[in-house]
């Protein structure tokens, strides 16, 4: 079913819609939410069905965007079970994010990180962007990369590392950049 | 902001990423908690769009936000005007209702649906102011040791005649009498007693009929209710008794002096394991059709005072005077063998000796039922003193009986009996049970007119 009638479907009878919906993306969705909440069966369960009411919730928005429907899930699930997993731990910063900022200084507004990240994700150059893509947004461990992408492990970690210090260097000159505006 | 990463989902979607496939039920589970979230945001949504549909036109804060009212008038004058109309179909058909239950109530009453409402409702107007009026009819026969109200309430002499009932069994197997009649409300209690003609009544113990016809005033109205009476013998003798009861609460109207009653009898039944088939006399599903005529007045003819003489092995069960006899029912010890029955003027001078027969032992064992029946004198009494002792003269017990102004006995004789089915027999003893005659004949029988007031 394509994502069109998937979200149409969605529309009127969301029954059918969502069962539809985790037929065809639950093992997808809880890939991304098993990898943030390994320990929590329950809480995972909960992070799915939330997302997948997200999904119902957005249909119709989804729809006019004409927006690929995975990859939505997909981000919301990792979202999701981000927002989860502080609520849980009750730390506010998720180990992926205090590894790529660090004491950098950079800004602490999640949604501005956010939004520069994904401008600097999509500047690098493949296969880095596909390496960051999964082990930013698809929260993939580093062997499931190198397996992925037919890499040794070290490589991917290589180009990780290379690739943070890069994204690190641009983050710093952007949010240095904003700062000034803001002074 | 799903505009500006529709790259990066772009680049996502096609990625091929490692899964962690949902058994069924964790896929289950998913839809299941899904669904309850669905359908949570959709009751509040629907809740919050209501709102948005107040009638009064004005905004209504729902807690920091303001949300426009949408008026809708059309709406609103459409439910007035179906509520209107709504009230209008049921005054209308109110109306209609109350007329046709003037004019017509069975068709009313037959009506569906309401038919029952108006039936009980009809029965309510009907029954509740003529409540007092029914002791004359319903409760006839046992207000001990209260003077019968004078007058209205008394049948005149020639309804009460001569007889309390009268009853006759066109059968010629069994001859069926009334035992007594009371009146409970609207309820008929009845006591009959059967006399087989072969002097037993063979296995048959219980007797079930499916219906009652009870003519009310000469007129065709009819019970039909299914019951049945179960027999006992009385004593040693050949008389068995049954009690039934008879619900009079759908009649309207027997404040009629007369009441006539038929009743059928159909159906019988055997008692425990005795056969059915084979028995002489009646037979199963046999019908026996008695004709039973009462006057609701005869049933006051006296009222009995208790001279406190009443010793404890002499119990009065009965006493009921009519314009010609008087007839006493006592429950005696067996300790007197041969009691003696005087009857006295209220003076206390000597008018008649009641002749008493023993009819068996009695229920409570020691002691056995006597009957006794007495012509009464011409003259008009006002009362009656009757007199029990024993062989040695002693008085053991004295009752005083008040007739009522009805039953008192006329100085001219009264005319022969009004049932045109036959003669009326004074003598009980000579009325034996109907034959197989094509006429059936007139037994009288007397009600039990008064209880004591006590017993110990």
Not at chain 1, 109 to 134: G, K, T, W
Not at chain 2, 39 to 44: G, H, K, L, V, Y
Not at chain 2, 57 to 79: C, H, L, N, S
Not at chain 2, 97 to 118: Q, Y
């Amino acid at each position: 079913m394509n994502d069109k009638k998937l979200l149409i479907l969605l529309r009127s009878d969301p029954e059918e819609g969502l069962r539809k919906a985790i037929a065809e993306h639950g093992a997808a969705v809880n890939g991304v939410v098993r990898r943030v909440l390994r320990n929590a069966s329950q809480e995972a369960e909960e992070c799915c069905a939330d997302v997948f009411v997200a999904l119902w919730r957005h249909a119709e928005k989804l729809l006019s965007d004409a927006v690929p429907v995975r990859a939505w899930l997909l981000v919301t699930a990792r979202n999701a079970a981000i927002d989860r997993w502080r609520k849980l731990t009750r730390r506010e910063e998720f180990p992926l994010y205090e590894e790529l900022t660090g004491d950098s200084g950079l800004p602490e507004n999640i949604s501005d990180l956010e939004a520069m990240l994904q401008e600097l994700v999509e500047s690098l150059p493949s296969p880095d962007r596909e390496i960051f893509l999964r082990k930013y947004y698809l929260l993939e461990t580093s062997k499931e990369i190198a397996e992925a992408l037919s890499l040794t492990e070290g490589n991917v970690n290589v180009r990780l590392s290379r690739g943070r210090e890069r994204l690190k260097r641009q983050l710093l000159q952007k949010g240095g950049d904003r700062y000034a505006l803001c002074k | 902001m799903l505009s500006a990463n529709k790259r990066l989902l772009e680049q996502l979607q096609y990625l091929n990423t490692s899964q962690s496939p949902l058994s069924k039920q964790e896929a289950e589970r998913i839809l299941t908690k899904s669904l309850d979230k669905v359908q949570a945001e959709r009751c509040s949504a629907a809740d919050l769009e209501s709102k948005y549909f107040q009638e009064d036109g004005m905004e209504e804060d729902i807690g920091t936000e303001q949300i426009p009212v949408f008026v809708k008038p059309g709406r609103k004058i459409r439910r007035r005007i179906a509520s209107l109309c709504a009230a209008c179909f049921a005054a209308g058909f109110f109306l209609f209702l109350l007329f046709l239950n003037t004019v017509n109530p069975t068709a009313a009453e037959n009506l569906p649906i309401v038919g029952s409402i108006v039936e009980k409702v009809n029965r309510q107007f009907r029954y509740q102011p003529k409540e007092p009026e029914i002791p004359p009819e319903a409760e006839p026969s046992f207000l001990p040791s209260t003077p019968e109200p004078t007058g209205s309430a008394s049948p005149s002499p020639q309804q009460s005649a001569d007889t309390l009932f009268e009853t006759i069994s066109d059968d010629g197997r069994l001859t069926g009498e009334i035992d007594s009649l009371t009146g409970e409300g609207f309820t008929l209690h009845l006591a009959l007693a059967f006399t087989p003609a072969d002097g037993d009544l063979k296995q048959y113990r219980f007797l079930t009929y499916q219906s009652v016809e009870l003519k009310l005033d000469g007129q065709d109205r009819r019970i039909r209710q299914e019951s049945g009476l179960c027999l006992e013998r009385q004593g040693d003798g050949d008389v068995w008794t049954g009690e039934t009861e008879i619900d009079l609460l759908d009649y309207e109207e027997f404040e009629e002096v007369e009441l006539q009653a038929e009743l059928t009898f159909s159906g019988f039944e055997a008692w425990e394991d005795s056969p059915v088939s084979g028995a002489e006399g009646v037979a199963a599903g046999d019908t026996i059709t008695f004709r039973l005529a009462f006057a609701p007045g005869a049933a006051s003819l006296c009222s009995v005072e208790n001279t406190g003489q009443e010793s404890g092995e002499i119990f009065l069960d009965q006493l009921a005077v009519n314009s010609s006899k008087l007839l006493v029912c006592l429950e005696i010890s067996d300790l007197i063998s041969d009691p003696v029955v005087i009857l006295c003027g209220e003076d206390g001078s000597y008018l008649d000796t009641v002749s008493c027969e023993k009819l068996g032992p009695s229920s409570a064992g020691s002691s056995s039922d006597w009957r006794g029946i007495a012509a009464l004198p011409s003259e008009n009494r006002e009362r009656l003193i009757l007199r029990v002792s024993g062989q040695d003269g002693v008085t053991l017990a004295e009752y005083t009986a008040i007739p009522a102004p009805s039953s008192r006995p006329s100085p001219t004789p009264p005319s022969p009996s009004p049932s045109p089915e036959g003669e009326i027999s004074h003598d009980p003893a000579e009325s034996s049970p109907v034959s197989n005659q094509p006429v059936p004949s007139v037994q009288p029988t007397v009600s039990p007119s008064a209880v004591p007031e006590s017993r110990p």
